[in-house]
Antibody, heavy 119, light 112 residues
Framework: QVQLQESGPGLVKPSETLSLTCTVS????????WSWIRQPPGKGLEYIGY???????NFNPSLKSRVTISIDTPKKQFSLKLNSVTAADTAVYYC?????????????WGQGTGVTVSS | QSVLTQPPSVSGAPGQRVTISCTGS?????????VHWYQHLPGTAPKLLIF???YRPSGVPDRFSGSKSGTSASLAITGLQAEDEADYYC????????????FGGGTKLTVL
């Protein structure tokens, strides 16, 4: 079955760029919407953005100015870059797969990776 | 402040029925966008519980059910079990000026 695995540094310095990659295994990366979602400590889930396999993107308005999501279909990976990070960006970051519409449910999730922003 | 409003907490005794509400507006739930529900246990990935308002993925017990009406949706859990103690989130899509996926703030379910 399809599995997602996040990878990237667990510690990022303030004002630098957070970079994470999600690797898709057991299935195709085509025809689906691929998203990033995070959960800050003690808070709820927050949608970051998605990328369609064709490359079109959508972002949370509150993060839009700092977020880039890209996709590498041959490698079956998609990536998140969040620049100018602060302590407020400390969170568990999840990658997830939607279906054929941007408003579909996230049926498959990665296990999550913790990122701490600190000097 | 989440676009979708959920009660911070609900509780119930084993065997009882509880409901969790998710209140939106005319630009999301009221616009006809589907509502999805997730169960989130600490240290694990969120699990899809209900999709498209009232459909259960394979493997989810029929003790869980969803409904939607107007600008609100609800998740009902019957025959409450200790293992149901978790955080629950609703999710939909908002078509306002900055169209985006939106989550509710989450509800902590405590099994007494």
């Amino acid at each position: 079955q399809v599995q997602l695995q996040e990878s990237g540094p667990g510690l990022v310095k303030p004002s630098e760029t957070l970079s994470l990659t999600c690797t898709v295994s057991g299935g195709s990366i085509s025809r689906y919407y691929w998203s990033w979602i995070r959960q800050p400590p003690g808070k709820g889930l927050e949608y970051i953005g998605y990328i369609y396999y064709s490359g079109s993107t959508n972002f949370n308005p509150s993060l839009k100015s700092r977020v880039t999501i890209s996709i590498d279909t041959p490698k079956k990976q998609f990536s998140l870059k969040l620049n100018s990070v602060t302590a407020a960006d400390t969170a568990v970051y999840y990658c997830a797969r939607g279906d054929s519409n941007p408003f579909d449910a996230f049926a498959i999730w990665g296990q999550g990776t913790g990122v701490t922003v600190s000097s | 402040q989440s676009v979708l409003t959920q009660p911070p907490s609900v509780s119930g005794a084993p065997g009882q029925r509880v409901t969790i509400s998710c209140t939106g507006s005319s630009s999301n739930i009221g616009a006809g966008y589907d509502v999805h529900w997730y169960q989130h246990l600490p240290g694990t990935a969120p699990k899809l519980l209900i999709f498209a308002n009232n459909y259960r993925p394979s493997g989810v017990p029929d003790r869980f059910s969803g409904s939607k009406s107007g600008t609100s949706a609800s998740l009902a859990i019957t025959g409450l079990q200790a293992e149901d103690e978790a955080d629950y989130y609703c999710q939909s899509y908002d078509s306002s000026l900055s169209a985006s996926v939106v989550f509710g703030g989450g509800t902590k379910l405590t099994v007494l």
